[in-house]
C-alpha cells in the first residue's frame, strides 16, 4: 500500500508561482510512474502532468506546457509539480497519484493510488 499526501497548494495572484509537493509513504514509489491531476468544480479530473520511473519521460497537458514542471526525487519518495504563470484557470483540486508500473500514463484508470488532493486557488 501507498499513501499520498500533497501539499504546498494556497492562494496566489495570477502570474504568480506554486510548488506542489507529493510524499509518499508505505513503500517506496522508485519504480511507479507518477502523475498530478486536477479537477475543478464542474469539470471531469484531468491528468496535467506525469512522469515514468526514472524521471526521463514526461508528459504536459498542452494547457499548462511550458509553464509546469514534474519532477521526482526517488530517494526521498517525493514527486513535485512546479507551477509558474498561473493563471485562474488553473484554480482547482490537484491530486497526486501512482500507478504499479513504470511507463507514465495519462488516464485516471492507470492510478492506484491517489492523495487527498490541495487546493490551487489563482486570482485575477
Known amino acids: 500500500q501507498v499513501q499520498l499526501v500533497e501539499s504546498g497548494g494556497g492562494l496566489v495572484q495570477a502570474g504568480g508561482s506554486l510548488r506542489l509537493s507529493c510524499a509518499a509513504s508505505?513503500?517506496?514509489?522508485?519504480?511507479?510512474?507518477m502523475g498530478w491531476f486536477r479537477q475543478a468544480p464542474g469539470k471531469e479530473r484531468e491528468c496535467v502532468a506525469a512522469?515514468?520511473?526514472?524521471?526521463?519521460?514526461?508528459y504536459y497537458a498542452d494547457s499548462v506546457k511550458g509553464r509546469f514542471t514534474i519532477s521526482r526525487d526517488n530517494a526521498k519518495n517525493t514527486v513535485y509539480l512546479q507551477m509558474n504563470s498561473l493563471k485562474p484557470e488553473d484554480t482547482a483540486v490537484y491530486y497526486c497519484?501512482?500507478?504499479?508500473?513504470?511507463?507514465?500514463?495519462?488516464?485516471?484508470?492507470?492510478?492506484?493510488?491517489w492523495g487527498q488532493g490541495t487546493q490551487v486557488t489563482v486570482s485575477s
Open positions: 508505505g513503500r517506496s514509489i522508485s519504480s511507479d510512474a
Open positions: 497519484a501512482a500507478a504499479s508500473t513504470p511507463v507514465l500514463f495519462t488516464i485516471i484508470s492507470a492510478y492506484n493510488y
Open positions: 512522469i515514468n520511473w526514472r524521471g526521463g519521460s514526461t
